[in-house]
C-alpha cells in the first residue's frame, strides 16, 4: 500500500528510478567521460608519440608540481584570511545592511585574472603609479608582489569571493536560537565558536578551501604573466604551453594534467573526510543570528577597507588609467587621459562581436546548468530508492570543482576531437556551451543544495498531510523556497562564463571571438589600453546585472519575511 506520506505511487516513483539513471548517464558522458579521455591518453600517448608518464619524476618536473601545490596552499591560507572575516561581518553583525558590500566583494569575480595580474604589474612597474604615489614603498611593493607569496596573494584577491560566498550563505542560515541557546548555557565567546559555530561551518569550509585551490592550481593567468616572470613554474602553465605554443606536446599535458586530477580527488577526499558528517542546525529559522560588535565595529570596517583595498581598488585604479592614459611613459594627468579607447574597443570588427558573443553563450550555459542543478539537489535530497546512482549524481556535480578547469578542457579536447566519432559538438559553438556547462555546475549545484538544506522538513510533511501531491509540492513550496539559491547560483554561473577564459580559448570555433581571448590577445599585440577598456566596459556590464538581481532577489527576501 503506498503510503500517505508518498502520494506519488508506486509507478511514479518507478518513472522516477528511470529519470535517476538517465541523469546519471548524462553526467558520466558531460563530466566522468573527459576525465576518462584524459588518463588514456597519459597512459598510451597521442597521436603515435609515446606516454609522457615517465618523466614525471625529473628533478624539474618535480619542482613543478611542488610550485603548484605551495601555491594552492598559499592562496587558500591568504583566501580564508581575507574571507572568513568578512563573511562572519557580513552574516552575524549590523554591517550585513550594507548590501552594497556584497556588490562590491563580487568585482574581483567579475574580472579576468590574467587582467587583474597585469593591474598589479602595471601598477607597481618602474616608474609606475605606485613608485609615483608612494615613494619607495612603491618600490617594495613591487619587490613583494614579484614573488611566489605575492603571486598567490594576487590569486587569493580574486579566488576569495567563492570561499566568501559560501561562508556567508552558511552563516546566514544558522538560526539565532542556536547560539542562543549555547549563551544561556553559560558557554563563552570562545565556547561557542569552538563547540558551535565551527562545527556548523567545517562541511561548508573544507568545500570552500577545496574550491580555493583547486582554482588556484588550475588558474594559468597570473602564473602564465608572472609566474613565468619570476621563475615559478607551475602545473598549469606548462600544460597551456604544451598545448598551445610549437612544438605541441599533448602527452606532456595529458600526464601533468593526471597529476593535477589526482591533487583534486586528494582534496576532495580529505573535504569528505572533514565532512563526513553533516551538523545538524537545530532551532528555529525563522531568525538569523547576529551579534554586537561594540568597539569591534571600527576594526570590522578597517578589516573591509583593507580587503577592497588590495581586490578591488588598486587593480581597477590601474586598469581605469590604463584604458584612459595616451602615453604610458607620462604620468596620468588631464592632457594625457582620453575616453577614445572605450568606443574603438565598441566598434564593429573590434571587441564588440567579443562581448556579445560571451554574454549569449554564458546567458544559454548558466540556464542551462541552473536547471541541471536543480534537478540534481532534488534528486540528491531523495530518500528512497537508486542509493548508489543518487550518490554518483552527487559526486560527478561536483567533480568539476574538484578539478582544475583546464583538465577538463583537456579532457574535452581529447574525448569530442577523436575522429572516430560520426557526430561531434567539437569546433562549433554547442561545445563552448557544454564546457561552461560542465564549469560551472557545482556553483550552481552548492548554492541550490545549500538552500535545499536550510528548508525544514516539517513543510514536506505538512503538504503531504494536506493531500498535496509532488507536483504540489515542487512548485508551491520547494521552488520559491529555493529561488534565492537557484538565482545565485544562476548569476555565478552566467558571470563566470562571460569572463571564462581557459575553455573559451581552447575549444572555441577558431573563427569566435569571445571577450576573456580577445582581451588576451590585445595584451599579446601590445594593445595594452584596449584590453584594459574591454575590462572596464566587461565588468560594469555585469555588475549592473548583479545590482538589479541582488535587488530583485531582496525584494523576494522581504515578501517572504512578511
Request: charged residues 15%; aromatic residues 8%; positive net charge.
Amino acid at each position: 500500500m503506498t503510503s500517505q506520506l508518498d502520494p506519488a505511487g508506486p509507478r511514479t516513483r518507478s518513472r522516477s528510478g528511470a529519470g535517476v539513471y538517465a541523469l546519471l548517464a548524462l553526467l558520466l558522458v558531460a563530466v566522468a567521460a573527459p576525465l576518462v579521455a584524459v588518463l588514456i591518453r597519459a597512459v598510451i600517448g597521442y597521436d603515435g608519440t609515446p606516454s609522457a608518464l615517465g618523466q614525471l619524476a625529473e628533478p624539474k618536473n618535480l619542482r613543478i608540481v611542488g610550485n603548484t601545490v605551495l601555491l594552492g596552499v598559499l592562496v587558500v591560507l591568504i583566501a580564508t584570511v581575507m574571507a572568513a572575516p568578512l563573511a562572519f561581518l557580513m552574516s552575524w553583525t549590523p554591517m550585513r545592511r550594507h548590501r552594497w558590500i556584497d556588490i562590491a566583494v563580487m568585482v574581483p569575480f567579475l574580472t579576468p585574472p590574467y587582467v587583474a595580474a597585469m593591474a598589479w604589474l602595471d601598477f607597481t612597474r618602474v616608474n609606475g603609479l605606485a613608485e609615483s604615489w608612494l615613494g619607495p614603498v612603491g618600490g617594495w611593493l613591487r619587490a613583494g608582489v614579484e614573488t611566489p607569496v605575492g603571486m598567490a596573494a594576487i590569486m587569493a584577491c580574486e579566488i576569495f569571493t567563492f570561499l566568501y560566498l559560501l561562508l556567508r550563505n552558511r552563516l546566514d542560515a544558522v538560526p539565532a536560537s542556536t547560539d542562543e541557546m549555547a549563551a544561556v548555557a553559560g558557554a563563552s565567546v570562545s565556547q561557542r565558536f569552538r563547540l558551535v559555530l565551527a562545527p556548523l561551518l567545517s562541511p561548508t569550509f573544507a568545500l570552500g578551501a577545496l574550491v580555493v585551490f583547486i582554482r588556484a592550481a588550475g588558474e594559468f593567468g597570473t602564473p602564465v604573466t608572472l609566474g613565468n616572470r619570476i621563475g615559478f613554474p607551475v602545473l598549469v602553465s606548462e600544460i597551456y604551453g604544451d598545448v598551445t605554443l610549437d612544438p605541441l606536446n599533448f602527452p606532456r599535458a595529458a600526464a601533468f594534467s593526471t597529476v593535477l586530477l589526482t591533487m583534486g580527488i586528494t582534496v576532495w577526499g580529505l573535504q569528505q573526510w572533514v565532512s563526513r558528517r553533516d551538523v545538524p542546525f537545530g532551532g528555529r529559522i525563522a531568525r538569523r543570528a547576529g551579534v554586537r560588535t561594540g568597539r569591534w565595529t571600527a576594526i570590522g570596517w578597517l578589516w573591509l577597507v583593507v580587503v577592497l583595498m588590495l581586490s578591488v581598488v588598486v587593480p581597477y585604479v590601474a586598469i581605469v588609467l590604463g584604458a584612459m592614459t595616451i602615453l604610458r611613459s607620462r604620468p596620468p594627468t588631464p592632457d594625457n587621459l582620453t575616453f577614445d579607447w572605450f568606443a574603438r574597443v565598441l566598434r564593429p570588427g573590434r571587441g564588440l562581436e567579443a562581448l556579445q558573443n560571451s554574454v549569449v553563450l554564458a546567458l544559454i550555459a548558466a540556464t542551462v546548468a541552473t536547471v541541471l542543478a536543480v534537478i540534481c539537489a532534488m534528486v540528491i535530497a531523495r530518500r528512497r530508492g537508486a542509493g548508489r546512482a543518487r550518490r554518483g549524481i552527487d559526486m560527478l556535480g561536483v567533480a568539476p570543482d574538484m578539478v582544475p578547469t583546464i583538465v577538463l578542457v583537456i579532457g574535452f579536447i581529447f574525448l569530442w576531437n577523436a575522429p572516430q566519432l560520426p557526430v561531434t559538438p567539437y569546433n562549433t559553438r554547442a561545445m563552448v556551451v557544454l564546457a561552461y556547462v560542465v564549469i560551472t555546475l557545482p556553483l550552481v549545484l552548492q548554492n541550490v543544495k545549500a538552500a535545499y538544506a536550510s528548508i525544514d522538513d516539517k513543510f514536506f510533511e505538512a503538504a503531504a498531510i494536506a493531500g498535496a501531491n509532488s507536483w504540489q509540492t515542487l512548485w508551491r513550496i520547494t521552488v520559491p523556497l529555493l529561488v534565492p539559491g537557484i538565482v545565485a547560483g544562476w548569476l555565478l554561473a552566467f558571470l563566470l562564463g562571460v569572463r571564462e577564459v581557459v575553455a573559451s580559448s581552447m575549444v572555441r570555433p577558431s573563427s569566435m571571438q569571445l571577450l576573456s581571448p580577445w582581451i588576451l590577445s590585445q595584451f599579446d599585440q601590445g594593445r595594452r589600453a584596449e584590453a584594459m577598456a574591454m575590462t572596464v566596459i566587461g565588468v560594469l556590464g555585469s555588475t549592473v546585472i548583479l545590482v538589479v538581481l541582488e535587488w530583485w532577489r531582496n525584494r523576494m527576501s522581504e515578501k517572504r519575511v512578511r
